[in-house]
């Protein structure tokens, strides 16, 4: 069954450093997702991709946060500089269509923990 | 304000039992509910998801239902399994984009 695949699974950085977060989404899906989890608490929007552009973004998604597809198949999520806050589950997402009315496949996530 | 609440936080309960988790909501316009479920320190995993014409949903042992008037739905999980323990989220939809609306999640531990 396709699914969604992140790397790395866990990474640990120091605060103030760049942090590059990857994603291959299901390979006939249109729209992709970054979603932040902090734990214990409920998951986040960060921000929504489609033809080859930011479509949606919210207000966690600062300068700080850039996304991109360098090719045809990676999503990726870079933070470039990390602080404290922002140690949290990262999980990618890929839908068929919209988010309104297309399912969402999540991947497995990718643990950012900053010292 | 668009909100999705559930019950209860957090939920024990003997393996082979049912139980019955609640979620509220006031997200409107509404175009659809989804039940996820998440192990820990995993991604999310669809159970279900229903339209605002669908009161009953089921995939396997876990059936949803939805009261679009009352905005309520539930996830009914039938036989327990000591795999079921996770947390189970609502997410209501609104249309447009950004209009996912997630709540905290219920945390179910089956014991054996």
């Known amino acids: 069954e396709p699914e969604v695949t992140q790397t790395p699974s866990h990474q640990v950085t120091q605060m103030g450093q760049e942090v590059i977060l990857r994603c291959v989404p299901i390979?006939?899906?249109?729209?992709f997702y970054w979603y932040r989890q902090i734990l214990g608490q409920k998951v986040e929007f960060l921000v929504s991709?489609?033809?080859?552009?930011?479509?949606?973004k919210s207000e966690i998604f600062d300068d700080q946060f850039s996304v991109e597809r360098p090719d045809g198949s990676n999503f990726t999520l870079k933070i470039r500089s990390t602080k404290l806050e922002d140690s949290a589950m990262y999980f990618c997402?890929?839908?068929?269509?919209?988010?309104?009315?297309?399912?969402?496949?999540f991947g497995e996530g990718s643990r950012l923990t900053v010292l | 304000k668009n909100q999705v609440e559930q019950s209860p936080q957090s939920l024990i309960i003997l393996e082979g039992k049912n139980c019955t988790l609640q979620?509220?909501?006031?997200?409107?316009?509404?175009?659809?509910l989804r039940w996820y479920k998440q192990d820990t320190g995993r991604g999310p995993v669809s159970l279900t998801i229903?339209?605002?014409?669908?009161n009953t949903k089921s995939n396997g042992r876990y059936t949803a239902t939805l009261d679009a008037d009352t905005k309520q739905s539930s996830l009914h999980i039938t036989a327990s399994q000591l795999s079921d323990s996770a947390s189970y989220i609502c997410?209501?939809?609104?249309?447009?984009?950004?209009?996912?609306?997630f709540g905290t999640g219920t945390r179910l531990t089956v014991i054996p």
């Open positions: 997410v209501v939809s609104a249309p447009g984009a950004n209009n996912l609306f």
């Open positions: 229903m339209t605002f014409s669908e």
């Open positions: 390979s006939n899906h249109l729209y």
């Open positions: 979620c509220n909501y006031t997200v409107s316009p509404f175009s659809n």
């Open positions: 991709f489609y033809n080859n552009e930011i479509s949606e």
């Open positions: 997402a890929s839908s068929e269509q919209g988010e309104d009315t297309g399912e969402l496949f």
